[in-house]
């Protein structure tokens, strides 16, 4: 787990092959797709995550592009208003323990929340990006208020009020004008 | 130093005394006077504040309403591109340790960023504590993905770009329409 967790922080998900990981913790790599089925359930077991959000962002049908927006606000506080909010109190401070906890979170935001959103609402790769990366800061911020430092009246809000004031902001990052980077 | 967390954590700046805080710590109170020559300072110190926000968003002529969110994204980009940045990392993280490091964290902000900014703009205090609350979910998603996830292109990406995406969300928040809490 040491190995996997150092070397997807060092490399990201993409380039960091099951095998690399099995040759850097000397083990056969056969081993490693028998405990953990694929290289993305190592990840999520790698990260400590409680859940996946991508699976939980995942619908029967599938949203609207003006709804992703509240979907997503929605998605973040049933997870964290969860039992599972406590691991996510967990995985937000592992980032402040350093660059290899910093890192890992980081691919798990972007990899199993920023991108499958983005992919289908802008297909411009640099604008996604850009967008993600505020989104983001709308989301991460939403738990650390809510969850964390708990300010109220925004730490026990019902789910409909922060659903009316955020979702906009974050749909305006997500499909509105953000200007465009560097 | 011990005696005032807790104190502050427990009940909050407003109804805290220096007095409570000298019976606690089994002192007198003039020496806690004349070591931190205020309540303030105290608190500030208490904290372990590596600066006070209250200080960097007071301006020789008053900020329009209008501006209030592009000066605070601006105050925060400053002092957090800052040596005082790296402080800033640490006192974020002081929020993750338990109840009295969140409480501590939660009426500094309170005390020195939102009151003094919604004062001037809210005169509903219901409405006042619901967008400072709301603020404070920009702003510290900002800090938290800008500074410590470090994702990108928010990551690195110049103070004029931030602004122009950000200030405006933010400046929704303490002037826009927002609903009303409960």
Redesign the interface.
């Known amino acids: 787990m040491a190995a996997a967790r150092e070397a997807f922080a060092e490399n990201g998900f993409e380039t960091t092959t099951v095998r690399a990981i099995a040759a850097r913790a000397q083990v056969d790599p056969a081993m490693i797709n028998h405990y953990f089925g694929s290289k993305e359930k190592l990840f999520l077991a790698a990260v400590d995550a409680p859940l996946d959000p991508h699976d939980l962002l995942e619908t029967a049908e599938p949203v609207l592009p003006e709804d992703v927006g509240e979907h997503m606000v929605r998605t973040l506080l049933r997870a964290w208003d969860s039992p599972a909010g406590v691991a996510g ?1 967990a995985l ?2 592992s ?2 323990r350093g660059p290899t906890g ?1 890192a890992l ?2 691919e798990f ?2 990899l199993r929340i920023l991108r499958p959103m983005l992919d289908r609402l802008e297909p411009d790769p640099v604008m996604a ?2 967008r ?3 989104a ?7 738990a ?3 969850y ?8 026990s ?2 789910t409909e ?1 922060v659903v ?3 979702a906009p ?1 974050l749909q ?2 997500l499909t509105g004008e ?2 465009r ?2």
């Open positions: 109190q937000l401070r980032a402040f910093a979170l980081r935001i972007d990006r850009w993600g990366s505020l983001a800061s709308q989301l991460g911020g939403l650390l208020v809510r964390v430092l708990r300010i109220e009246p925004l730490a809000a019902p009020q009316a004031a955020v902001q305006h990052y953000v200007g980077p560097g």
